[in-house]
């Protein structure tokens, strides 16, 4: 099994190029939805999360209101108080879920879709390390990933121009919030760009993916000499 991270800053691309891998045959775990599925009513980290950032980040019916819970911990400077709570649960499942896929299929490329592999704290400062056996970061530029935050959030509603504002204001934010994308490449081994078309974008992923499938034959390959030695 190859050990992938596939990263990438706020709309940068990273989900285009993940669904690009799984449709060539990688099992790609996506964090936000296992986290998603961490947080519902009965979890552990639900309750954790109701413990710290109180009712009001309950929406009607006791589901969590993820949009609002995001404003209170970026807007009150308390994301890394909310991550303390999610990530561990969320790298745990994940690991749990890779191994399942490993024990199935030696030969798999199991690769996460996240946007915080270098800012997750979990495992030490370069827990990453130990995680991933290769980082995969997908970069665009600054303007291109404001304007596709604002057409996700507002799913082609028209925006007046104080809503906009705002919204962009929020993306600055959450990019903020966020490593340095030059800091980043820097420590990963492969680097996407996404600075024009979809197409460019699935080119160069189509291009990768043969190197990662000899990856992990490679390591598969491996890991069955140190057993049988």
Do not use: C
């Amino acid at each position: 099994m190859l050990r992938v991270g596939l990263t990438g800053g706020l709309s940068s691309g990273k989900s285009t190029a993940a669904r690009r891998f799984a449709e060539l045959g990688a099992h790609v775990l996506y964090a936000d939805e296992i986290a998603r599925g961490l947080m519902q009513p009965g979890e552990p980290v639900y309750e954790q999360i109701i413990q710290r950032f109180g009712p009001q980040v309950l929406a009607d019916g006791g589901q969590l209101d993820r949009a609002k819970l995001a404003r209170i911990a970026f807007g009150q400077s308390r994301i890394e108080e909310l991550n303390a709570i999610v990530h561990p649960a969320t790298i745990a499942r994940q690991a749990g879920l890779a191994s399942e896929i490993a024990a199935r299929d030696p030969n798999a490329v199991v690769m996460v879709e996240s946007a915080l592999v270098f800012e997750t704290r979990h495992g030490g400062q370069e827990g990453w390390r130990r995680r991933f056996d290769r980082i995969i970061l997908v970069r665009s530029p600054e303007a291109a990933k404001i304007d596709r935050f604002i057409a996700r959030v507002s799913d082609g509603t028209p925006l007046d121009p104080e809503t906009r504002r705002e919204l962009e204001a929020d993306a600055r934010q959450r990019m903020a919030e966020q490593l340095d994308d030059d800091w980043k490449a820097q420590r990963s081994d492969y680097v996407l760009l996404n600075d024009g078309t979809v197409d460019h974008l699935i080119a160069q992923v189509d291009q990768l993916w043969p190197i990662l499938q000899q990856g992990a034959r490679d390591a598969a390959a491996n890991h069955a000499a140190r057993v049988q030695s």
